[in-house]
């Protein structure tokens, strides 16, 4: 069984730019969530897709948008790149019906702008 | 809002010795809890979990928590820690409205010999 995997592992940037993160899930899951982790705090929950479809969104601006593919695998994309934004990002997937779920994380994207 | 507070930022224990780490949470309805290990520059790694039933949940790695609704508590515990178990802890809790999961800020283990 394949785990959770996320490309790029480290990504630099610069202000005003935009990047794209990815997330492979776990096989059998159908729902991904992607948190921001910034340094020395807790992870925090931007957004989540279930079967293509935004399914809850933290409190994050619209410059943070996301997709999930048909084989349930995710993107994150941020635009309009802040200082702040430098972080661990983390995915997470899950298997979503009915209820409450453990979710699985990947290694996570370090983004760095600067 | 539901909320997680974990009231120790460091820990320090002794090899052998045994661990509790602290959680406490705010919530309206019966809460979904879970501990994660994150080990430096890693992901989330899931210890355990409580959803129903049986108050006292066991883990992975040896450790075991206790949810205590009238205290709105959900402490982790090890009888003997291990040099490896040197990490930082997070407590979190998901809402039945969604899959969402609200974590507390963490508490880091440190492990002396």
């Known amino acids: 069984e394949t785990g959770v995997t996320q490309s790029p592992t480290h990504l630099i940037k610069t202000r005003g730019q935009q990047v794209t993160l990815r997330c492979s899930s776990q096989?059998?899951?159908?729902?991904v969530s992607w948190y921001q982790q910034a340094l020395g705090q807790g992870p925090q929950f931007i957004f989540q897709?279930?079967?293509?479809?935004?399914?809850g969104r933290g409190n994050f601006p619209p410059r943070f948008s996301g997709l999930q593919f048909p084989n349930y695998s995710s993107e994150l994309n941020v635009n309009a790149l802040e200082l702040d934004d430098s972080a661990l990002y983390l995915c997470a997937s899950s298997a979503l019906g009915g209820g409450p779920s453990e979710q699985y994380f990947g290694p996570g994207t370090r983004l760095t702008v600067t | 809002a539901q909320s997680v507070t974990q009231p120790d930022i460091h820990i320090t224990v002794s090899e052998g010795a045994s661990l509790e780490l602290r959680c406490n949470y705010s919530?309206?309805?019966?809460?979904?809890l879970f501990w994660y290990v994150q080990s430096p520059g890693q992901g989330l790694q899931l210890l355990l979990k409580?959803?129903?039933?049986?108050?006292l949940v066991q883990g992975i790695k040896g450790f075991e928590a206790e949810f205590k609704r009238s205290q709105s508590s959900f402490n982790l515990r090890k009888p003997s820690v291990h040099w490896s178990d040197a990490a930082e802890y997070f407590c979190a809790v998901i809402s039945n409205a969604g899959n969402m999961l609200t974590f507390g800020g963490g508490t880091r283990l440190m492990v002396k010999p």
């Open positions: 897709y279930y079967r293509e479809e935004e399914n």
């Open positions: 409580y959803f129903s039933g049986d108050t």
């Open positions: 096989s059998g899951h159908n729902t």
């Open positions: 919530y309206g309805a019966t809460p979904y």
